[in-house]
């Protein structure tokens, strides 16, 4: 019967490392590519706060679409160096989309957003309920 061979087993080669989370760590962290999210409500608005430092607000989009509220950033950077016959040529691509399902009390015409030191705000403003249609009493027959 042969050994079960683990990672541990092969001692101090790289290769059987190569790909732990001490060593590229990226690899297996995907939490980090969707931002968090704050959401708040009193009584005139619901407000959504995303974190999102390091994304530029030209790169930012928000769109509604029915009782959806969706926002998205997508953004592509390219560098390319040659110095003393060596070139090096870097890229990197990075996106996400996050939906929200918009309540029915909220004014859809009057969503507002702001951004400021790495952080989205958006502001879902309550529509004006009638007092009367609040609360009533019901009389029994």
Not at 6 to 26: A, Q
Not at 46 to 53: D, K, N, Q, S
């Amino acid at each position: 019967m042969l050994p079960t061979i683990t990672k541990r087993s092969f001692g101090p080669f790289l290769m059987p490392r190569l790909f732990d989370d001490d060593v590229f760590p990226v690899f297996s962290d995907r939490a980090n590519s969707m931002p968090a999210v704050n959401i708040r409500e009193d009584e005139k608005r619901f407000t959504l706060e995303l974190a999102v430092p390091g994304i530029d607000k030209k790169d930012l989009k928000i769109d509604i679409s029915e009782d959806i509220l969706t926002i998205s950033s997508e953004s592509k950077t390219e560098s390319e160096e040659n110095t003393d016959g060596y070139k090096r040529k870097e890229f990197s691509y990075s996106s996400f989309s996050r939906s929200f399902q918009i309540p029915e009390n909220v004014n859809k015409d009057k969503i507002d957003a702001n951004y400021r030191d790495g952080v989205l705000s958006v502001a879902l403003p309550k529509t004006e309920v009638e007092k009367n249609r609040l609360s009533r009493q019901v009389k029994i027959s």
